[in-house]
């Protein structure tokens, strides 16, 4: 087992370096590899001697466990990458996974609020501080997060130097180093000027004393530098209970899809969200094409000459038969 756990090292390392891949990717294939791992070893096997037969039932196992198909894909995926780099590496000859299918991944419609909800959360988190410099915070990362659709991760990460010179656009740097441009609205502009101004007085104070400033828009005393993801997640509930909204229905990426599918219901075309959503591949954008079917339906009967032949017609039955 020791030499498995070596080889899925090996594979994770050249996985970061030469793929470039989010640290959030390359942990998820280690648990998921370890994992692999230790049911090869139970099974007295290393993961070089296992066959198709044997890596289907370990997938059959995880089904019978009740794991959701997604995690079964992705788990899928971590092992078949696996097996690829192995017969590159050519610690074996043959690739046992080549035939192996997954189970896909259901593609559920994204939670997400309404306007007015997402308007109740803003007026929430800038108020619900308990001093000026946590109010202002708040209201900078709420209103950061809808008017750019950013993932939690990133917003929590955000250098202070990318929010310097007022700027009308904010360049992120997302999963695997991959950096995009989003642009700031009016309200999300205030709010990033007016927490400037109170890190630059909490800033001015800090180099007094000799200490160094943090290079990080929104600065905490842990390990990070910055806040963390669960802080945040936190936060967005307890807006939500003052904004008498369901908190299970909000979460950070809830905001995310929010700021999607409010863009595209007011006529944003779907490649321009790709780009502001940071995502390499338009089919994953596609899930939020679900919020035009109303509008669609609306522009069709309202514009159709069919549509509105019959609605003619059915306005002169109704005359004849008064």
């Known amino acids: 087992m020791t030499k498995d ?13 030469e793929a470039g891949a989010a640290k959030n990717t ?9 994992e692999f791992c230790d049911w090869a070893a139970k099974n007295n096997h290393t993961l ?12 059959t196992l995880l089904h019978q466990t009740g794991l959701a198909s997604a995690t079964r894909a992705r788990r899928l995926s971590a092992v ?8 590159e590496e050519s610690w074996r000859d043959d690739n046992p996974t080549l035939q192996i299918s997954g189970p896909g991944r259901s593609k559920h419609l994204p939670k997400t609020l309404s306007m007015g909800e997402v308007d109740l959360l803003l007026n929430a988190a800038e108020n619900a501080g308990k001093t000026n410099e946590a109010r202002s915070r708040d209201n900078c990362l709420m209103q950061l997060l809808y008017a750019t659709g950013m993932r939690v991760s990133e917003l929590m990460a955000l250098p202070i130097a990318s929010a310097r010179g007022d700027p009308s656009m904010l360049l992120i740097r997302g999963k695997g180093e991959k950096e995009r441009l989003v642009p700031l609205s009016p309200p999300a502009k ?5 927490w400037l101004m109170l890190r630059d007085q909490s800033d001015a104070l800090v180099k007094k004393e000799g200490q160094t400033v943090s290079k990080f828009l929104f600065p905490s005393r842990g390990k990070l530098g910055h806040f963390t993801r669960h802080w945040f997640y936190l936060r967005i509930k307890a807006w939500a209970v003052l904004a008498n909204i369901d908190p299970n229905k909000v979460t950070p990426h809830t905001i995310r899809h929010a700021f999607a ?7 944003a075309d779907l490649r321009v969200i790709q780009t502001l959503l940071g995502h390499s591949d338009i089919s994953t954008t596609e899930i939020y094409t679900h919020v035009l079917e109303t509008r669609l339906h609306d522009l069709v009967l309202n514009n159709h000459p069919m549509a509105r032949s019959r609605r003619r017609s059915a306005g002169k039955t109704s005359s004849e038969g008064q």
């Open 5 to 17: 756990l070596q080889r899925i090292s090996d594979f994770l390392d050249a996985k970061s370096a």
């Open 26 to 34: 390359i942990s998820a294939y280690a648990r998921d590899l370890r």
């Open 48 to 59: 070089l001697q296992l066959k198709q037969a044997q890596i289907e039932s370990y997938l």
């Open 80 to 87: 078949k990458q696996f097996y690829r780099f192995a017969v």
């Open 190 to 194: 205030k709010a990033l000027a007016a």
């Open 261 to 267: 599918t409010h863009l595209l219901s007011n006529g």
